[in-house]
């Protein structure tokens, strides 16, 4: 075990994967991690290492039967300062698929060397204390980034500061826990009552800075996501051009047959650096068949899932179906309206006019509801469900008849924080803070 209590991974076999992405590129990179990767660099050919952390460029010849694979910039990162925090080889070799998969086909020969499963490194890193689980999916969400907004969130959750506040918690309520663990295991010791009185404070404490941590409208869920709109009114509303319009491609299908579009399509938008999901459906009416009442029912759930409503109107229609629970409703078909008595916002799919403001506006409403200040934020609803569960239990630990109760409550709300890093070491760290607050000092 080393200091956060992972197991070191002596045990692993090494590993090897293309690191970099699939299909012909000018350059790809092919990382080794394990015990064996330094073997596995000087067997092709068989030379001396290079010196760490400096890029040296080595014919990389085969091992079976020496024919010359490619020039390559290789590097070594020694334990534990590399990505997976074990001894990393990484090839940098020209990025045609045929070259990449000669130099797998080679580490594949020697022995203790075995392909990567999908994660495999970033599994090892975390194992390895080298990032903690909010980093991991952090990796994930920043290769995944389509928009500033994304990248600027997944950013800032690698830097730790997600971790962070749940380690202060964590960290916190170990201490809390062992003045209360200590009234039972040492009933006959004086505890004092002050510091009973402040673990119970700064138990209340964290269960109010969870709570307001949890109020953040799941901004940053959304922002993972996206921001789904849900385009929704009458059938021949124009809804599915006005899909098209934005999107600058022709996804849905058009026509002026009323219930042409029966699936729900979503086509995926970047607004100013949110991104944005919008949701294609079909338009709302007494459904004539069984294939346009399930596109129907659909259209419907997809109006309650979304995070924004928008209702397109027919503008050249006389009267306009009110009540469909939208939150921005706009007028279609301007370019065919040149007289227009209705205010609102008039847009037209045809000619352009409209879309500008319309975009503006998107914009606008994602970025309220993605925006985050300072703070760290919940981006998955997997620490969401976890923090919810860590609050209640903390506050039943308060109100509990018993201190055992107490205890127990607490350890529970500690490994469900310690479930989202991934520290879930629960009794070892108990362990030591134990003996630092109640016995040696
Ligand atoms: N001139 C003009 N015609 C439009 C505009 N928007 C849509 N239309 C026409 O209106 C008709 C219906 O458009 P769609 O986009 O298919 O309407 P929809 O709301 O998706 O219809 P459903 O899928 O049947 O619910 C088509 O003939 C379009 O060409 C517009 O801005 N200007
Ligand atoms: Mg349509």
């Known amino acids: 075990m080393n200091a956060r209590g992972h197991r070191a991974s002596a045990e692993h076999d090494t590993i090897f994967a293309l690191a970099s992405g699939r299909g012909r590129a000018g350059v790809a990179v092919v990382r080794v991690s394990g015990p064996d990767a330094d073997d596995a660099l000087a067997a092709l050919p068989p030379q001396p290492l290079p010196d760490e952390r400096v890029a040296v460029l080595r014919t990389i010849f085969g091992v079976t039967n020496g024919d010359k694979i490619d020039e390559a910039l290789v590097l070594r990162f020694p334990a534990p300062r590399s990505y997976t925090g074990e001894d990393v080889v990484e090839y940098q070799v020209h990025g045609g698929p045929a070259v990449v998969s000669a130099l797998l086909q080679q580490l594949g020969r020697i022995s203790g060397l075995r392909m990567a499963e999908p994660g495999e490194f970033t599994r090892r890193a975390v194992e390895n204390g ?17 928009t500033e907004a994304q990248r600027r969130q997944a950013i800032r959750q690698l830097g730790g500061s997600l971790g962070e506040l749940y380690e202060k918690w964590r960290g916190e309520l170990i201490r809390s826990a062992a003045w209360i663990e200590a009234t039972i295991d040492f009933p006959d010791e004086e505890i004092p009552q002050d510091a009973l009185d402040a673990s119970r404070r700064a138990i209340a404490d964290i269960a109010n800075e969870m709570q307001s941590h949890l109020k953040d409208g799941r901004r940053g869920e959304i922002l993972r996501d996206g921001f789904h709109v849900a385009v929704i009114g009458s059938p021949n509303a124009g ?25 729900v399509l979503e086509v995926r938008l970047n ?12 338009g709302l009416r007494e459904g004539r068949d069984p294939i346009e009442q399930e596109g129907i029912r659909r259209a419907h759930a997809r109006a309650k899932e979304a995070d924004l409503r ?31 008595r209705e205010p609102g916002l008039w847009v037209s799919a045809k000619t352009g006019e409209g879309l500008t403001e319309l975009v503006d506006l998107l914009a606008q409403h994602a970025e309220a509801s993605m925006q985050a200040g300072e703070a760290p934020v919940l981006s998955r609803a997997r620490h969401r469900l976890a923090v919810e569960q860590a609050e209640r239990l903390l ?17 529970l709300a500690l490994t469900q924080i310690g479930r989202i890093t991934g520290r879930v070491d629960l009794d070892e760290l108990l362990d030591v803070v134990f003996r630092d607050f109640c016995l040696g000092k």
């Open 395 to 411: 506050r039943d630990a308060l109100v509990a008849s018993a201190p055992e109760l107490a205890a127990e409550h607490l350890r």
């Open 271 to 282: 607004l100013k650096g949110y991104p944005v999901i919008l949701s294609d459906t079909a």
């Open 310 to 340: 928008l209702v397109v109107l027919d503008g050249t229609a006389g009267d306009r179906p009110r009540g469909l629970g939208g939150d921005i409703e706009i007028l279609s078909k301007a370019d065919l309206t040149p007289d227009r």
């Open 130 to 146: 080298q990032l903690d689980l909010t980093q991991a999916e952090a990796i994930a969400d920043l290769v995944d980034a389509e």
């Open 239 to 263: 809804k599915s051009s006005l899909v098209n319009a934005l999107a600058q491609r022709d996804v849905a299908i058009v026509s002026d047959i009323p219930g042409t579009t029966r699936d």
